[in-house]
């Protein structure tokens, strides 16, 4: 294993380097780096979609979920949406090198603000090999250099992504090293990584709660956490109907297995004998299973075709990650509030009001990375916001928050320009 260590002071080593010249390269040859590695999506689909079958047969031969499942696979749709999102990208404006907050002094200097990369960000995921290219053309386009390190589960997809995709930075004149992955899934590794703050500038994990815990105690550099996400959708009793079961069962059906998708649907008492049996037959026909409070459940059970039990405790503050709700009946806008509070975990929540105070009260009252009014929680992600894809979305406060695009991974140096002044 000390050799495997070695090898990974070299990638940190080699990242450091690289970082150096792409804090100064142009943005046409990153923007064509981009697009290359957009046509290699398509062109070596072939090879992609048979590297993604190795992991996907191991995974179902290993007892994987199908929530986890579903996040590992590819397919020719998939492929394509990796594609566009990454030309996408390209076409976004370029952070680096913009100048902000510029002022002139009284004594003459001229003071400003410059934006600068990150410098080598790394970054540990599991299952979802999509991200290796998210991320990689997220932090091409920013100037920095990334370390990978992906699941086991996903070893074969991810080794031919990078592949892929560095050939396509070489062709474009970029460093040969400014995509790296950590081939070797041993643990001892991804200790070691989360030990090189001298190569390092920002560290993400992307996974369970378990993974983000184990990162955020144990690492030495900077980290940015979130992932999890535990979404309510609030039916306000002055609720347009029609709007709140389209929304609700889009946030829950659309992609359930997904962070952002609805975990737990919140009823107003003087809505919910008109709302829920409405929104219980949509999700009944999509196959969701509601776990229902007491007020709920009496109110649904009359129902046949649903697909009811009631709540626990545990149901509260639970990311279900598959066709499961949770449903409780509150007071007041004040219960669902402090409802949000206790069991939200900062990534996204959502009000379907037509009462302009009420929605006010919980656009500024909700603490949390998004917060919608009359729309779907689904739309928390990188391209749905114009960031053209993700690093992640943080549910932390610093040093940035919700969907990490560009900007989110660049910091900024003071310029002061100067005619011969000196300090009195």
Known sequence: M????????????????????????????????????????????KEILAANTLDCDAARASGMGDAMLDRLILNPDRLQGMAEDVRSIAALPDPVGESFDTKTIPNGLIIGRRRVPLGVIACIY??????????????????????????????????????????ACIKAGLPS???????????????????????????IPRGGANLIKFVRENATMAVVTGGIGVCHTYIDKAADIEKAVAIAYNAKVQRPTVCNALDTLLVHKNIAENYLPKIAKEWAKAGVNMHCDKTA???????????????????????FL???????????????????????????????????????????????????????????????????????????????????????????????????????
């Not at 080593?13 to 590695?37: E, F, Y």
């Not at 459940?297 to 990311?319: F, H, Q, R, V, Y």
């Not at 003071?414 to 011969?420: C, K, L, S």
């Open 126 to 167: 599991e299952s979802r090999p999509n991200v290796t290219i998210d991320i990689s053309s997220l932090c091409l386009k920013s100037g920095n250099a990334i370390i990978l390190r992906g699941g086991k589960e996903t070893i074969n997809s991810n080794k031919s992504l990078v592949k892929i995709s560095s050939e």
């Open 2 to 45: 000390s050799v495997e260590i070695e090898k990974l002071d070299q990638m940190g080593k080699k990242a450091k380097t690289s970082a150096r010249k792409l804090a100064h390269t142009s943005t046409a040859v990153k923007n064509q780096a981009l697009l290359n590695i957009a046509d290699a999506l398509t062109a070596n689909q």
């Open 297 to 319: 459940m009496n109110l649904l059970k009359a129902i046949p075709e649903l697909k009811l039990s009631k709540s626990t405790d545990e149901d509260w503050g639970k990311e």
């Open 322 to 424: 598959a066709l499961i709700a949770a449903v409780k009946v509150v007071n007041s806008l004040d219960e669902a509030l402090d409802h949000i509070e206790q069991y939200g975990s900062g990534h996204s929540e959502a009000i379907v009001s037509e009462d302009y105070t009420s929605a006010m009260r919980f656009l500024d009252e909700v603490d949390t990375a998004a917060v919608y009014v009359n729309a779907s929680t689904r739309f928390t992600d990188g391209a749905q916001f114009g960031l053209g894809a993700e690093v992640g979305i943080s549910t932390q406060k610093l040093h940035a928050r919700g969907p990490l695009g560009l900007k989110e991974l660049t910091t900024y140096k003071w310029t002061i320009m100067g005619t011969g002044q000196v300090r009195p």
């Open 177 to 203: 090293d400014t995509i790296q992955y950590i081939e070797n899934p041993d643990r001892v590794l991804v200790e070691h990584l989360m030990t090189m703050k001298w190569a390092i500038d920002l560290l």
